[in-house]
Every structure is written in structure tokens, then in C-alpha cells.
């Protein structure tokens, strides 16, 4: 068992996914059918053996509070172990003040009561696979102050846009950090996600909220890389960051790929998530289902290629699916053809019979809409 406590936080202000985020905070998205967002940073902790799991929340809860409960189906030690979630002073996800700083000096009476020595910060808008007990073994053995994960890719011109560059010296040391404008292929990418003690974090989180009301924790570590120790570690994996319709798209789509799929997935680390007690999908005759992700509760009568399906979606006869993704509920009706396309919840594409796009500008139909 870790001596660490686990927060996971919400997303930064350059994160912004229209359509999808009017309904819903980021973390509670769905993701590959079955899944939310919040779901990988909490599953990751608690297979670290971090029993103890605070999630920031700034605007539309509603749907993220019903999904995480009581936390049990996180694997969760039920006698030691705790998941809270900890608002925000303010609920309005276009507060100009809105910021994780803000919202941890909210909760901080929370944060100084807790007994681990150590906090792991992680964003909710990541996907990645993570032992975090590893990173803390790291940060204890370098005697770093902090330490912080990323990642190399050798995208950045086309991919991870807006998120931070990490600048290490030769000694994986923490020079700066600064936003990814897509000027350069390879960079290190920060997974935002650091380890440090609660005494320097709380410490830390104070600084930045006199330092200026609009910092973000990210702010006060890049100010504080001259006088503190922080190193940078690599990860490595499949990693995709949700901060845009088009890298939400993206993520589901990339992980229709088997080997990009068992980058991401392993048995002995599970993924956990709220589950439903759903009937088996139903698949009707003479249909071509290839290459997909479906979910419980369906009913397939047309085809589906390269594509998420959500749980309870209704396929009717003749529709075709290529390369969507598709959330709970949905029902494309007969003969409709969709391709590049995210649906959400409960939408009925039933009078118009074809919607596509190209997979660089994939369509977005409104939750609860009737095309």
C-alpha cells in the first residue's frame, strides 16, 4: 500500500471540447464505449495501491458524481480506503478564476487532514497506463523534490497542441515549461501528472494562490524549476490526451488498433468503471460488424465498421457505421450511413440518411437531437 494519497484533477483552461462539454465535465466523458475518462487516472491509482482518492470538480457534476458513487467498483479498499469529490468555490465552468489552485485552497482544510506523507496529481483528461507506486519509489530514491512524467512523441506539430513542453537538462532536470504550439515534431510532452510531498504541495499550492488568482498549479512549478529539485520521468506507452473534439475523436479511434490497444490495456491492470446489468449485445443475420468496439445492451442490425458503440445504442436495419463513435442510447435509424461522425447520447439520426464528413473534420450530433 502506497503512503500517498491520490488527486485527480480537472482539466486546464486550453482544454476545451465543444458540443460534448456543454453536457458534461470532461472527466466524466465517455471513452471507448464503455469507460469514462475519470476512469483511467482512478484505476491506475488504486492498482498503485493508493486507497485514498480525492477528484476536483468545477462545473456540471451532476453526471460524474452519479458515476463515481461510493468508489467501490474502483477496487477501492472499503475499510481503509476513501474516494471524495472535492468542488470547486465555483461551479461555472467559464469562471475566469476557475483554476486547480483555487479549487484545492477550497478543499485545503481537506488536504492537511489527510495522513500520507506523499500526493500524486494527475489530470482527468489523460489516458494512459501508469504504476504510480513505481514513480513514488523514483521520487523517493532521487531525493528530488519533484517529480513529474512525460512523454516523448514525435507528433507535436499535428498532436498534443496546447499542452506543456517539458525542457529538461541532461540530468532529467526541469528547466521550463511552456505551451506546445506545433513549431517542432519532437518534443517531450507533459503528462501534467507529479509526486511530491503534502508538506511542499500544500506549501506549493499556498505560493501560487498569493503569487496571482489566476495561476494554475502547473504555473507555480514552472516558476519554482530554479530552486527546487524537480526531474522529469519517461513514460512509456500509448498515451492520448483529450483536450479537443478532434483528439477525443482521435482516442477512440487509435484504439481500435490491437498493438495501440494492448499498449494501453493489460490483464493483470485493470481498468475499472461503473457497470450495468445490461443484456448481451444482439447481433442480427447477414450484417459485417469489423474492426469495432461494441458494448453491452445493443441491438446490431445493420453494419458497423471501425467504430465505438456505446451501451444501448439501436443499429436499425440497413444503417451503415463506418469510423464513429457512438455514445449510450443513440439509435441510427434504417438505411441511414453515417462515417466520421460522434453521436451522442440518446440522439436518433432516423430521417436524414446520410451524414458524413472526412476524419480530419468528424460531424457532431448534439445529445437528445433528432436528425
Same mark, same amino acid.
Given at each position: 500500500?502506497?503512503d500517498?494519497?491520490?488527486?485527480v484533477?480537472?482539466?486546464t483552461?486550453n482544454?476545451?471540447i465543444?458540443?460534448l462539454?456543454?453536457?458534461?465535465?470532461?472527466?466524466?466523458?465517455?471513452?471507448?464505449g464503455?469507460?469514462?475518462?475519470?476512469?483511467?487516472?482512478?484505476s491506475?491509482?488504486s492498482?498503485?495501491?493508493?486507497?485514498?482518492?480525492?477528484?476536483?470538480?468545477?462545473?456540471?457534476?451532476?453526471?460524474l458524481?452519479?458515476?463515481l458513487?461510493?468508489?467501490r467498483h474502483?477496487?477501492i479498499?472499503?475499510?481503509?480506503?476513501?474516494?471524495?469529490?472535492?468542488?470547486?468555490?465555483s461551479?461555472?465552468?467559464k469562471?475566469?478564476?476557475?483554476?486547480d489552485?483555487?479549487?484545492?485552497?477550497?478543499?485545503?482544510?481537506?488536504?492537511?487532514?489527510i495522513?500520507q506523507?506523499?500526493?500524486?496529481l494527475?489530470?482527468?483528461?489523460?489516458?494512459?497506463?501508469?504504476?504510480?507506486?513505481?514513480?513514488l519509489?523514483?521520487h523517493?530514491?532521487?531525493?528530488?523534490?519533484i517529480?513529474?512524467l512525460?512523454?516523448?512523441?514525435?507528433? @507535436?506539430?499535428?498532436? =498534443?497542441?496546447? !499542452?506543456?513542453?517539458v525542457?529538461?537538462n541532461?540530468? &532529467? $532536470?526541469?528547466l521550463? /515549461?511552456?505551451?506546445n504550439r506545433?513549431?517542432a515534431?519532437?518534443?517531450?510532452?507533459?503528462?501534467?501528472?507529479?509526486?511530491?510531498?503534502?508538506?511542499?504541495?500544500?506549501?506549493?499550492?499556498?505560493?501560487?494562490?498569493?503569487t496571482?488568482?489566476?495561476?494554475?498549479?502547473?504555473?507555480?512549478?514552472?516558476?519554482?524549476?530554479?530552486?527546487?529539485?524537480?526531474?522529469?520521468? @519517461?513514460?512509456?506507452? =500509448?498515451?492520448? !490526451?483529450i483536450n479537443?473534439?478532434?483528439?477525443?475523436? &482521435? $482516442?477512440?479511434?487509435? /484504439?481500435?488498433?490491437?498493438?495501440k490497444?494492448?499498449?494501453?490495456?493489460?490483464?493483470?491492470?485493470?481498468?475499472?468503471?461503473?457497470?450495468?446489468?445490461?443484456?448481451p449485445?444482439?447481433?442480427?443475420?447477414?450484417?459485417v460488424?469489423?474492426?469495432?468496439?461494441?458494448?453491452?445492451?445493443?441491438t446490431?442490425e445493420?453494419?458497423?465498421?471501425?467504430?465505438v458503440?456505446?451501451?444501448?445504442?439501436?443499429?436499425?436495419?440497413?444503417?451503415?457505421?463506418?469510423?464513429?463513435v457512438i455514445l449510450? $442510447?443513440?439509435?441510427?435509424?434504417?438505411?441511414?450511413?453515417?462515417?466520421?461522425v460522434?453521436?451522442?447520447?440518446?440522439a436518433r439520426?432516423?430521417?436524414?440518411?446520410?451524414?458524413?464528413?472526412?476524419s480530419?473534420?468528424?460531424?457532431?450530433?448534439?445529445?437528445?437531437?433528432k436528425?
Amino acid at each position: 500500500m502506497c503512503d500517498a494519497f491520490g488527486i485527480v484533477n480537472f482539466e486546464t483552461a486550453n482544454v476545451n471540447i465543444k458540443g460534448l462539454g456543454d453536457y458534461r465535465p470532461v472527466s466524466a466523458f465517455s471513452f471507448l464505449g464503455r469507460y469514462r475518462l475519470v476512469d483511467f487516472p482512478i484505476s491506475n491509482m488504486s492498482n498503485s495501491g493508493i486507497n485514498h482518492i480525492k477528484v476536483l470538480v468545477k462545473s456540471n457534476p451532476r453526471s460524474l458524481v452519479e458515476h463515481l458513487g461510493t468508489g467501490r467498483h474502483y477496487n477501492i479498499n472499503s475499510k481503509r480506503g476513501k474516494l471524495h469529490i472535492l468542488p470547486a468555490a465555483s461551479l461555472d465552468d467559464k469562471d475566469f478564476y476557475n483554476t486547480d489552485v483555487n479549487a484545492l485552497m477550497y478543499n485545503l482544510n481537506t488536504i492537511e487532514d489527510i495522513s500520507q506523507k506523499y500526493v500524486v496529481l494527475a489530470p482527468s483528461h489523460m489516458v494512459y497506463r501508469q504504476d504510480f507506486s513505481k514513480l513514488l519509489d523514483i521520487h523517493m530514491e532521487s531525493g528530488a523534490d519533484i517529480t513529474m512524467l512525460y512523454q516523448n512523441v514525435d507528433n @507535436a506539430k499535428e498532436a =498534443f497542441i496546447d !499542452c506543456d513542453v517539458v525542457n529538461l537538462n541532461k540530468q &532529467k $532536470g526541469l528547466l521550463s /515549461l511552456e505551451r506546445n504550439r506545433g513549431n517542432a515534431k519532437a518534443r517531450a510532452i507533459s503528462l501534467e501528472t507529479y509526486v511530491l510531498s503534502k508538506e511542499l504541495f500544500i506549501s506549493l499550492v499556498k505560493k501560487a494562490a498569493n503569487t496571482s488568482s489566476l495561476y494554475w498549479f502547473r504555473d507555480i512549478v514552472n516558476d519554482m524549476c530554479t530552486e527546487l529539485d524537480i526531474r522529469g520521468v @519517461a513514460h512509456r506507452g =500509448f498515451v492520448a !490526451c483529450i483536450n479537443d473534439f478532434q483528439s477525443y475523436y &482521435k $482516442g477512440n479511434m487509435e /484504439l481500435l488498433d490491437y498493438d495501440k490497444g494492448e499498449d494501453l490495456f493489460d490483464d493483470n491492470w485493470p481498468f475499472y468503471t461503473r457497470t450495468n446489468d445490461s443484456c448481451p449485445t444482439q447481433y442480427y443475420k447477414d450484417i459485417v460488424v469489423r474492426h469495432s468496439i461494441i458494448s453491452n445492451g445493443c441491438t446490431i442490425e445493420g453494419n458497423v465498421i471501425n467504430s465505438v458503440i456505446g451501451r444501448g445504442v439501436e443499429v436499425k436495419k440497413g444503417a451503415v457505421i463506418e469510423n464513429s463513435v457512438i455514445l449510450p $442510447g443513440a439509435v441510427i435509424g434504417e438505411n441511414v450511413h453515417i462515417n466520421n461522425v460522434v453521436v451522442d447520447k440518446r440522439a436518433r439520426i432516423v430521417n436524414k440518411k446520410e451524414v458524413c464528413s472526412v476524419s480530419e473534420h468528424p460531424l457532431y450530433v448534439k445529445r437528445n437531437d433528432k436528425i
